[in-house]
């Protein structure tokens, strides 16, 4: 099985100058001349990591990672004054004219898959291949899914944690009472929403590996919580079910769908729908993984696609 390529340093890093106050974190790693992929990290608000480096061969590919707006080492971090998806998508196309790259390959979990297709979708001219992780559709029944009556029915006990930092009156609505408790201007209950919403996004995507920190949340926490859950309540600044009503507008790019058969928060149908939209795609369902990019038969997958994308792209083995 593949396992991650070994660690490496950028060989630039730089922020973006949006025009506005948002000032965006981008790093260069690998080959100068390879084969461009773009990263496209989850959440939103979850930022990059070096290990993200290490899905692709540094001797095949040029390997461009950022932190999107609000995130990471991106500034200032929290800000949602012009955080939304338009601006996500023009600050893709703007790095991609600043390196003087023509087309790239997208690959994204997660939120970031969602927005790899987002993309694919306004510039598929600039798109040379997709990897897609966990793939995600961002619309109402996934999030009603995932805050209203199917995820709490997995995990109750953390369900009733997440409510009891709520008003018992909301609670009618979760969704909607976690939203106002998390933008609250009560900081304590802003705070403690915060901490179960961080709690649950954990246990969901962890399952049994994950540890919660007993201490509680910290400012920067509950500006995470509060980007994520801005995201959410405006609907990922799409319109309902776009990605699929639209999913003529996608190239015919190779595709890889990579999806883990116990994925409690983006649930495998996501993915089977996708592929239905897509029928080109490589769908690679994976038995024992779950929503993150770790564990062996997750890693092997996604080493696998890239290693066979620039195969492919470069005509070469």
């Known amino acids: ?13 730089f922020f973006l100058e949006t025009g506005g106050a948002h000032r965006v ?15 496209l990290h989850g959440g939103p608000c979850s930022g990059v990591k070096p290990d993200h480096r290490r899905f ?6 040029h390997i461009i990672l950022l932190d999107q707006r609000g995130c990471g080492q991106s500034t200032p971090f929290g800000e949602l004054l012009d955080n939304d ?9 703007q790095i991609r004219t600043e390196l003087g790259i023509g087309q790239w390959v997208l690959f994204g979990g997660s939120w970031g898959a969602t927005l790899a297709l987002l993309y694919a979708q306004q510039y598929p001219e600039n798109v ?7 793939s995600f559709l961002a619309r109402a029944e996934d999030m009603d899914w995932y805050l209203g009556g199917g995820l709490r029915r997995i995990y109750p006990q953390a369900w009733s944690e997440l409510l009891q930092a709520l008003p018992e009156a909301a609670r009618v609505n979760p969704a909607r009472a976690l939203i106002d408790a998390v933008f609250s ?7 403690a929403a915060a901490k179960q919403w961080q ?4 246990l969901t995507a962890l399952g049994p590996l994950f540890q919660a920190n007993p201490e509680p949340a910290s400012a ?15 609907h990922y600044f799409i319109a309902e079910n776009q990605i699929l009503t639209q999913s003529a507008r996608l190239p015919r790019a190779p595709t890889y769908i990579i999806h883990g058969q116990q994925d409690l928060v983006c649930p495998p149908d996501c993915a089977w729908l996708l592929r239905q939209a897509l029928p080109h795609a490589a769908f690679i369902l994976l038995p024992n993984a779950g929503h993150v990019a770790r564990g062996a038969e997750m890693t092997d997958a996604l080493v696998s696609a890239c290693d066979r994308i620039a195969e492919v792209l470069t005509g070469h083995g």
Request: charged share 25%; no cysteine; net charge negative.
């Open 1 to 13: 099985m593949r396992d991650l390529y070994p660690e490496i340093q950028p060989f630039r890093q």
């Open 25 to 39: 974190y981008v790093e260069q790693s690998g080959d100068p001349q390879g084969l461009p992929v773009i990263f």
């Open 56 to 61: 692709f061969n540094p001797e095949r590919y």
């Open 85 to 93: 998806t338009p601006h996500l998508l023009a600050d893709l196309e």
């Open 128 to 134: 040379s291949a997709m990897i897609l992780r966990g």
């Open 185 to 191: 201007e009560d900081e304590p209950t802003a705070l």
């Open 199 to 202: 709690n649950w996004g954990g």
């Open 220 to 234: 920067r926490d509950l500006l995470q919580a509060r980007m994520e859950l801005h995201y959410a309540r405006h």
